[in-house]
Structures are given as structure tokens and as C-alpha cells.
């Protein structure tokens, strides 16, 4: 199956600086790479996703990109407010739409 | 907007207890899953089921089993409760296909064994 890696598990940043979140994936067959967000006691969220064919995608503050050569992939969020604070969990799919999950990384916006 | 509805929220269950966490979904989705979620494990796929009556082993099935009777229902059951199995478990359903079709989660079922 796929494994995923993400670093680091904890990230703290001053409001308004950018935040970057690193995954790397095994499979080289993986074509999607989602990102969700959980907020305290939530439900994880799907926050912005990239496709294999291409290299970076953008949806206001928030962007991912991704490097298949290396197999990694990275979330960005630039002008971070403290409603940023949460889990990031990044993903790539492998099978019939089954997702392989990071372990997480804590974000923390300090005001 | 699609709606992943885990009916019980919160339970408290003793050892040896058979356990039943249900899942519905609204959207008519094919899969749907069931995940373990623990601190710095991040979320691990116990199973899921593509169609109806059909069920696949995911990466921690030990201890568990699922039921899938009708397309927007997907059962979880913990034969006999263990502490170990003391998490929080997430539904979460999506259309099929190996492109990637959004998963949605539902908001969680925290299970405490004592």
C-alpha cells in the first residue's frame, strides 16, 4: 500500500508569517493529493487537493504543491491568522479512492 | 451539502462489550470507510466498503468487523471491546474511482472502554 510521511508534527508560526507542511509519499502510482484540516473536536475537512498532472495550485492564502520526480508534496499558507490553528493532514490516494493518511501536523497561529 | 451522520457521539462501554457504531450517509456514495483516529497516529483505515454487502480489510483490522446491508449505511463492530480500542472513529463516504473523488468525514465517535 501507500505510506505517507509528514513533517514536522508541530509547527508554530507569529500571525501574519507563512507556514509550510512537508509530506512525502511512496507509491509512484498515486495521482491525487488531497489536504484536510480538523479544527479542535471537528471533523477533518478538505481544504485544497492537487492532481498529478500539475505542479502547484493556488486557492487564496492557502496553496499546495507537489513534486512527483521526488514524491512529495507540500501545503502553504501564507498570512496566517489564528483561525489557521488546527491538524493538517495531508493524503494520496492509492486503490479504489482509498487515501493513506500523514500522521498530522499541529499548526499553531500565535497572535 | 453532503451530510456523513455518526449517530452516537460519545460512549463509555465495558470490556468484552460487542459494540455497534453506525454511519449513514446522504449522498448516495458507493465507498465508505471507517477510520481510527489517535494522537500522533494520525488516521488508519480499519475498513471499507465499496458497494453494498461488499467489504474490504483496510490497515488495522484486527478486533473488528463491519456491515454494509444497504448502500447509505455502514456499520462498525467491535466484537468484544478491548481498552486498546479506547479512540476516537471517523465515518466518511465518497464517490468511487481511482482519480480521487472527495472524501467526507462524519464528525466522530469517541469510544472509551473501561
Known amino acids: 500500500g501507500e505510506n505517507v510521511e509528514q513533517h514536522p508534527s508541530t509547527l508554530s508560526v507569529q500571525e501574519g508569517d507563512s507556514a509550510v507542511i512537508k509530506c512525502t509519499y511512496s507509491d509512484s502510482a498515486s495521482n491525487y493529493f488531497p489536504w484536510y484540516k480538523q479544527e479542535l473536536g471537528k471533523r477533518p475537512q478538505l481544504i485544497i487537493d492537487?492532481?498529478?498532472?500539475?505542479g502547484e495550485k493556488k486557492d487564496q492564502r492557502i496553496a499546495v504543491t507537489l513534486n512527483k520526480t521526488a514524491k512529495h508534496f507540500s501545503l502553504h499558507i501564507t498570512e496566517t491568522q489564528p483561525e489557521d490553528s488546527a491538524v493538517y493532514f495531508c493524503a494520496a490516494i492509492y486503490g479504489n479512492n482509498r487515501l493513506a493518511f500523514g500522521k498530522g501536523n499541529q499548526v499553531v497561529v500565535i497572535p | 451539502d453532503v451530510k456523513v451522520t455518526q449517530s452516537s457521539r460519545y460512549l463509555v462501554k465495558r470490556t468484552g462489550e460487542k459494540v455497534f457504531l453506525e454511519c449513514v450517509q446522504d449522498m448516495d456514495h458507493e465507498n465508505m470507510f471507517w477510520y481510527r483516529q489517535d494522537p500522533g497516529l494520525g488516521l488508519r483505515l480499519i475498513y471499507f466498503?465499496?458497494?453494498?454487502?461488499?467489504?474490504e480489510k483496510g490497515d488495522i483490522p484486527e478486533g473488528y468487523s463491519v456491515s454494509r446491508e444497504k448502500k447509505e449505511r455502514f456499520s462498525l463492530i467491535l466484537e468484544s471491546a478491548s481498552t486498546n480500542q479506547t479512540s476516537m472513529y471517523l465515518c466518511?463516504?465518497?464517490?468511487?474511482?481511482?482519480?480521487?473523488?472527495?472524501?467526507?468525514f462524519g464528525e466522530g465517535s469517541w469510544l472509551t472502554v473501561v
Open positions: 466498503s465499496y458497494d453494498v454487502k461488499m467489504k
Open positions: 466518511a463516504s465518497s464517490l468511487p474511482g481511482g482519480d480521487g473523488n472527495t472524501i467526507y
Open positions: 492537487i492532481r498529478s498532472n500539475v
